[in-house]
Structure formats: C-alpha cells, structure tokens
C-alpha cells in the first residue's frame, strides 16, 4: 500500500539525483563536455566557411561560362536557320530579357520572328467556360466538332494559325525531305480530282470521313504527306482564315499577343516555373496541363512543325518534366533546360535547326540521355556559281541591237 513515506522517499531520489548531475557536471565532466561542444562548434565554421567559399566559385565558374557563351554566341548560330520562321510561345511568366535574348538569337541566326504568342493559364484549364466556348466557335468553322476532347480542338486551331494556314508550302519544303515518306505532292487539278472522288491521292494523307472536320486533315506529321484541310472543288466551305481563328482563341482568354504573319515553320516555347501541385486540385491541374500541352504537340506534329520547349524541370509540374515523363510526347517534342540564358539560347536554335531535318531530344541539366546541347546543326552553303570568262552577247531584248542589223 502507498502511503507518505513512499512518496518522501522519491521526492528525495529526485533531488538526491539532481545534486549529483549538478556536481559532477561543475567539476570533472565539465572539461570534457566543454571541449566536445567547442570543437564541434569549430567544425561546423570551418564547413560554413568552405561551403561559401565553394559557393563563390561555382558563381565565378558559371558567370565565366556565361560570359563564354555569350560572347561565342554570334558565331555558334551564325546561318544556323537562315530564311526560316520561327513563332515564340511563352508559358507561364517569363523576363522580358529572357524573350529579348531569343530574339537576338533568331536574328543572328538569319531567322524571321513571325511572332510571339503567349498561352494563357485558361489554355490549360480543361473545365474552364472559355475554353467550352471556343470549342463551340471552332467547331462552327469546320476546325473540329463539339465531340472531341476541348484539348484537342483547341490545338488543332492553335496549330493551324502558328501555320498559317499553309500547310502544304509548309510539309513540301525540299530541306525537310527526311520528315516526309510519301512521294511528290498532287497538283492542284489532282487535289480537286481526289476530293472528287472521295479518294487520296499518292504520298497525300488519307481524306477522313464526312464530319471529322476540315482540320482533321491538316497533315498525318512526321511519318506521312501533310494534307491541306481545303475539301477541293466539291461544294464544301473553304479553309477558315487564321486571322478569325486567332480571334476565337484571344476572345476567349486563351492565348494573347501577336497574330503570327506568314506561317512559322519552326516553334520556340519558353516555360517557366508552374504552380506546385500540394493537393488534389492542384494535381488535377496538373494533369489537364499535361493533357493540353499533350494535345499542341501532336498537332504541331501533324503539320510538320518541329517544336522545342525549354525551361526548368526541378519541379514535377514543370512543363519539361511533363514532357519528358510522357513517352509520346518525348518522342515529338524536343526539351532543354540550360541554367545558363546564353546556352539557352544557342540551344533552342540549334534544337529548332536539327528539328526541321526531324530531330527530337533531351537536352540539359535533367536530359534523360545526359547531353547537355543539341548537336551542332550542318548548315548547308548555297552552290556558289563560277563566273563565265565568255562575254556575254546582247540581245535584242535587253536593248542592243544584233550584229548586222541596222
């Protein structure tokens, strides 16, 4: 039975107990337990002191690297896509220095800028109002059909007006033979035949059935002859003009900035950093951007357009670590992320250059198959052309007289 003595007794112990720690604590233990914290405090200053000096030349290291890339930037894309267009989406917010510097890098290497086009984040948002509306709109001009998936509509137009609407000028271009399998393109007059007869031609695609939309024939990608979405002579409406298309797709907050001019033949896309994905909602947001991005790659892909994204991929909601999570998209879509602006750069344009020749891979920090560029583009030179030591004779044409005439 418990009683008060008991109690007295382990109120002792306790302070019995405590006497001795603090005895033995002030007299023979102190020295070495003052030693121990001392020499584990100078420890962790001399790694302090190490780690920042690491820190201090890894930036001196990575501002040398930068200064390099920058100052060999002129001569690394030099011609690298002369006479080509090239269109610029952004996602997500972006420095302004960072799209000025690409525009440098598209000059010097002989590039046209057709425009710059930034995806809202509605783009993404799959159950958004406006996206639904677009959808209804496009639909309307024969761009898709209010079954499909909104994504993939949305796309399809996307593409369609990053193109053009110039399809076939685009997929016959003769420097991108290696992305094509079918033979020589048809001639108008074979065009409106095969619309006729509801038959496709040789090295075209295939005509899809009635219903399927005008853009559903816009091209079969990389493996086949892109096919223009014109139905031909037959009484069907015509291609729907990019411009209104454009219209659709600003109107509803989708996309923003300038209308491209003249049809890109490659896509340049910046990313930034994305929303991190901590609950359910989030996640369900990421997996709609995944599907939308999805979506634009393989309508891009279907027209022939080489497509590179570049930015970071720390992060599991990064639109390059999407990319490269998703085999089919891996496989139509180049990715880069370099920490480095310059090497960015230089990168997307070589990405581009190797991409019109049908080209895809992964490139940077998180690269799946560890290269840190894109291989240098061959930039083919024009034939030169000798010149002739025969004089050349007048003709009549071009305001002399022949010899013996009056």
């Keep these: 039975m418990i009683n008060f003595r008991y109690h007295l007794v382990s109120l002792v112990s306790v302070f019995v107990a405590l006497a001795v720690g603090i005895v033995l604590g002030a007299g023979p233990l102190s020295g070495p337990i003052e030693s121990t914290f001392e020499d584990q405090i100078t420890q962790l200053r001399q790694d302090k002191d190490a780690l920042r000096l690491e820190l201090e030349q890894s930036t001196v290291l990575l501002g040398f690297a930068a200064q390099g890339f920058t100052e060999a930037w002129p001569a690394l894309v030099e011609d690298t896509l002369a006479e080509r ?43 958004d109002a406006g996206l639904s509306q677009a959808v209804d709109q496009l639909a309307d001009l024969g761009l ?22 110039q ?53 079969e990608g990389t493996n086949g002859q892109a096919a ?30 300038d209308l491209p001019q003249g049809g890109a033949e490659g896509v340049a896309v910046l990313a930034s950093h994305l929303e991190k994905a901590d609950s359910p909602v989030d996640k369900q947001v990421t997996q709609d951007r995944a599907a939308a991005a999805g979506a634009l790659w393989h309508a891009l892909d279907k027209l022939a357009l080489p497509t590179v994204v570049a930015g970071p991929s720390s992060q599991a909601e990064d639109l390059v670590t999407l990319i490269r999570a998703d ?35 992964s490139y940077g920090l998180g690269a799946q198959d560890g290269n840190a560029m894109p291989p240098i583009p061959v ?14 004779q007048p003709t009549a044409g071009n305001g002399a007289e022949p010899d013996g005439e009056p």
């Design 327 to 361: 085999k089919d998209q891996a496989e139509l879509t180049t990715t880069l992320d370099a920490p480095i602006s310059a090497a960015e750069v230089v990168g997307i344009l070589w990405a581009v250059a190797n991409g019109l020749t049908g080209q895809v891979g």
């Design 228 to 257: 223009s979405p014109t139905p031909g002579a037959n009484g069907q409406a015509a291609d729907p003009d990019p411009e209104q298309v454009w219209l659709v797709l600003a109107s509803s907050g989708l996309v923003s900035g």
């Design 167 to 219: 399809t076939e000028a685009l997929v016959n271009d003769p420097l991108r033979s290696g992305l094509q399998t079918g033979g020589e393109s048809p001639t108008p007059g074979d065009e409106d035949a095969a619309a006729v007869d509801q038959t496709p031609t040789e090295g075209a695609g295939e005509l899809e059935p009635d219903g399927q939309g005008a853009a559903d024939q816009l091209g």
């Design 379 to 392: 930039v083919e030179a024009p034939p030169e052309t000798e010149p002739s030591d025969e004089p050349v």
């Design 144 to 165: 898709g059909t209010r079954v499909e998936a909104a994504e993939q509509v949305v796309g399809r137009a996307l593409a369609y007006v990053l193109a053009g609407g």
């Design 85 to 127: 267009r090239v269109v610029v989406l952004t996602v997500g917010p972006s420095p302004a220095e960072r799209l000025e510097n690409l525009r440098k890098g598209l000059s010097q290497a002989g590039a046209t800028l057709v425009g710059v086009v930034h995806l809202e984040d509605r783009y993404f948002k799959l159950d």
